[in-house]
Protein backbone atom coordinates (compact mmCIF):
# COMPACT_ATOMS: atom_id res chain seq x y z
CA UNK A 1 0.00 0.00 0.00
CA UNK A 2 1.17 3.54 -1.24
CA UNK A 3 1.76 6.32 1.60
CA UNK A 4 0.95 9.55 1.11
CA UNK A 5 3.33 12.56 -0.22
CA UNK A 6 3.45 16.01 1.77
CA UNK A 7 4.45 19.17 0.03
CA UNK A 8 7.87 20.07 0.30
CA UNK A 9 9.77 23.26 -0.15
CA UNK A 10 11.78 23.67 -3.55
CA UNK A 11 15.70 22.78 -1.72
CA UNK A 12 13.90 20.24 0.48
CA UNK A 13 12.80 18.49 -2.18
CA UNK A 14 16.61 18.94 -4.15
CA UNK A 15 17.81 16.97 0.03
CA UNK A 16 15.00 14.37 -0.31
CA UNK A 17 16.13 13.55 -4.21
CA UNK A 18 19.60 13.41 -2.97
CA UNK A 19 19.18 11.26 0.04
CA UNK A 20 17.03 8.48 -2.30
CA UNK A 21 19.52 8.45 -4.69
CA UNK A 22 22.22 7.62 -1.93
CA UNK A 23 19.83 5.22 -0.54
CA UNK A 24 19.19 3.61 -3.92
CA UNK A 25 22.84 3.30 -4.47
CA UNK A 26 23.49 1.89 -0.68
CA UNK A 27 20.94 -0.55 -0.73
CA UNK A 28 22.63 -2.94 -3.18
CA UNK A 29 25.07 -3.33 -0.55
CA UNK A 30 25.65 -6.81 0.91
CA UNK A 31 23.50 -6.55 4.76
CA UNK A 32 26.79 -6.41 6.61
CA UNK A 33 28.40 -3.95 4.53
CA UNK A 34 25.28 -1.94 4.32
CA UNK A 35 25.62 -1.66 8.50
CA UNK A 36 28.78 -0.54 8.72
CA UNK A 37 28.58 1.99 6.11
CA UNK A 38 25.22 3.36 7.83
CA UNK A 39 27.49 2.79 11.47
CA UNK A 40 29.68 5.40 10.04
CA UNK A 41 27.46 7.97 8.74
CA UNK A 42 25.45 7.37 12.18
CA UNK A 43 28.74 8.21 14.08
CA UNK A 44 28.29 11.84 16.24
CA UNK A 45 24.86 12.48 15.47
CA UNK A 46 21.83 13.14 18.15
CA UNK A 47 19.22 10.89 18.33
CA UNK A 48 16.26 12.04 16.32
CA UNK A 49 13.33 13.10 17.43
CA UNK A 50 10.09 11.60 16.29
CA UNK A 51 9.11 14.59 14.31
CA UNK A 52 12.02 14.40 12.57
CA UNK A 53 11.96 11.21 11.63
CA UNK A 54 8.89 11.25 10.59
CA UNK A 55 9.22 14.22 8.69
CA UNK A 56 12.58 12.37 6.59
CA UNK A 57 10.38 9.84 5.97
CA UNK A 58 7.07 11.31 4.58
CA UNK A 59 10.07 13.38 2.42
CA UNK A 60 11.62 10.26 1.26
CA UNK A 61 8.34 9.24 0.08
CA UNK A 62 7.19 12.54 -1.42
CA UNK A 63 10.00 12.07 -3.87
CA UNK A 64 10.21 8.25 -4.32
CA UNK A 65 7.25 6.18 -5.98
CA UNK A 66 9.70 2.91 -5.08
CA UNK A 67 10.13 4.78 -1.38
CA UNK A 68 5.88 5.10 -1.41
CA UNK A 69 5.25 1.64 -2.40
CA UNK A 70 7.46 -1.32 -1.83
CA UNK A 71 10.66 -0.18 -1.08
CA UNK A 72 11.27 -0.08 2.55
CA UNK A 73 14.72 -0.01 2.64
CA UNK A 74 15.53 2.37 0.34
CA UNK A 75 12.70 4.75 2.01
CA UNK A 76 14.57 3.71 5.69
CA UNK A 77 18.19 4.25 4.53
CA UNK A 78 16.90 7.70 2.72
CA UNK A 79 15.21 9.21 5.93
CA UNK A 80 17.98 8.30 7.81
CA UNK A 81 20.32 10.27 5.39
CA UNK A 82 18.07 12.81 5.82
CA UNK A 83 18.19 12.96 9.42
CA UNK A 84 21.73 13.36 9.27
CA UNK A 85 21.62 15.94 7.02
CA UNK A 86 20.94 18.04 10.12
CA UNK A 87 22.63 16.34 12.75
CA UNK A 88 20.23 13.50 13.74
CA UNK A 89 20.06 10.13 13.54
CA UNK A 90 16.82 8.00 13.81
CA UNK A 91 17.82 3.80 14.92
CA UNK A 92 17.09 2.11 11.70
CA UNK A 93 16.48 -1.61 11.92
CA UNK A 94 16.01 -4.53 9.48
CA UNK A 95 14.27 -7.73 10.33
CA UNK A 96 11.61 -10.34 9.96
CA UNK A 97 8.59 -12.09 10.30
CA UNK A 98 7.78 -16.05 10.45
CA UNK A 99 4.18 -16.35 9.79
CA UNK A 100 3.44 -15.45 7.03
CA UNK A 101 7.46 -14.69 6.28
CA UNK A 102 8.56 -11.65 5.34
CA UNK A 103 11.02 -9.03 5.74
CA UNK A 104 11.04 -5.41 6.27
CA UNK A 105 12.94 -1.84 7.54
CA UNK A 106 11.91 0.96 9.47
CA UNK A 107 13.65 3.74 11.74
CA UNK A 108 12.47 4.60 15.47
CA UNK A 109 12.60 7.67 17.41
CA UNK A 110 12.78 7.29 21.04
CA UNK A 111 11.94 3.59 20.67
CA UNK A 112 9.28 3.42 18.78
CA UNK A 113 8.84 2.61 14.92
CA UNK A 114 8.15 5.99 12.87
CA UNK A 115 5.37 5.35 10.29
CA UNK A 116 4.68 1.89 10.87
CA UNK A 117 1.10 0.46 11.61
CA UNK A 118 0.57 -2.03 14.18
CA UNK A 119 1.88 -4.64 12.41
CA UNK A 120 5.16 -3.95 12.62
CA UNK A 121 5.26 -6.11 16.17
CA UNK A 122 5.44 -9.18 14.01
CA UNK A 123 9.02 -8.26 13.10
CA UNK A 124 12.21 -9.55 14.72
CA UNK A 125 14.73 -7.25 14.87
CA UNK A 126 17.60 -9.11 13.10
CA UNK A 127 20.22 -5.97 12.24
CA UNK A 128 20.42 -2.12 14.04
CA UNK A 129 21.98 0.79 13.98
CA UNK A 130 21.34 2.44 16.73
CA UNK A 131 21.90 6.22 17.08
CA UNK A 132 24.67 6.88 20.08
CA UNK A 133 25.60 10.20 21.02
CA UNK A 134 29.30 11.59 20.48
CA UNK A 135 31.85 10.14 22.83
CA UNK A 136 31.75 11.95 26.16
CA UNK A 137 28.14 12.72 26.23
CA UNK A 138 26.34 9.64 26.98
CA UNK A 139 25.48 9.99 30.74
CA UNK A 140 26.46 6.81 32.94
CA UNK A 141 23.83 3.91 33.55
CA UNK A 142 22.63 4.33 36.87
CA UNK A 143 23.49 0.66 39.17
CA UNK A 144 26.54 0.03 36.82
CA UNK A 145 30.20 0.45 38.70
CA UNK A 146 32.43 3.06 36.59
CA UNK A 147 34.48 1.59 33.76
CA UNK A 148 37.78 0.57 34.18
CA UNK A 149 40.52 2.80 32.88
CA UNK A 150 44.16 3.37 32.30
CA UNK A 151 44.60 4.87 35.88
CA UNK A 152 42.26 2.67 37.43
CA UNK A 153 42.23 -0.35 36.17
CA UNK A 154 40.34 -2.31 39.07
CA UNK A 155 37.61 0.67 39.37
CA UNK A 156 34.60 -0.26 40.55
CA UNK A 157 36.21 -3.45 41.79
CA UNK A 158 36.91 -3.50 45.60
CA UNK A 159 39.94 -5.08 46.69
CA UNK A 160 40.01 -8.84 47.79
CA UNK A 161 40.10 -9.31 51.50
CA UNK A 162 43.81 -8.63 53.05
CA UNK A 163 44.51 -7.09 49.33
CA UNK A 164 45.60 -3.29 48.82
CA UNK A 165 44.55 -2.50 45.52
CA UNK A 166 47.79 -2.82 44.01
CA UNK A 167 48.66 -5.82 45.68
CA UNK A 168 50.54 -8.18 44.20
CA UNK A 169 50.82 -6.21 40.45
CA UNK A 170 54.53 -5.55 39.29
CA UNK A 171 55.23 -1.61 39.20
CA UNK A 172 54.16 0.40 36.61
CA UNK A 173 57.64 0.22 34.35
CA UNK A 174 58.08 -3.40 34.99
CA UNK A 175 54.72 -4.49 33.02
CA UNK A 176 55.94 -2.10 29.80
CA UNK A 177 57.02 -4.58 26.91
CA UNK A 178 58.63 -3.22 24.41
CA UNK A 179 59.00 -4.76 20.86
CA UNK A 180 62.52 -5.43 19.84
CA UNK A 181 63.60 -3.31 17.10
CA UNK A 182 63.08 -4.62 13.21
CA UNK A 183 59.94 -7.51 15.03
CA UNK A 184 56.43 -7.04 14.12
CA UNK A 185 53.16 -6.08 15.60
CA UNK A 186 49.80 -7.45 14.62
CA UNK A 187 48.10 -10.31 12.91
CA UNK A 188 50.64 -12.11 9.43
Avoid: N
Avoid at 37 to 46: E, H
Avoid at 91 to 108: N, V
Wanted: net charge positive; charged share 30%.
Amino acid sequence: MGERAVRLAPHRQLEARAAVGVARLLVKLKPGRLRRVLTVLSRGARPAGRERALYARQAAVSVSARCAGLGCLQRTVAAALLCRLHGEWPDWCSGFRTRPFGAHAWIEADGEPVGEGEAIDAFRTMIAVRARPARGTKPPRAGKPPLRTRESPRAGIPPRTGESPRAGKPPRAARTSRTPKGARHGHD
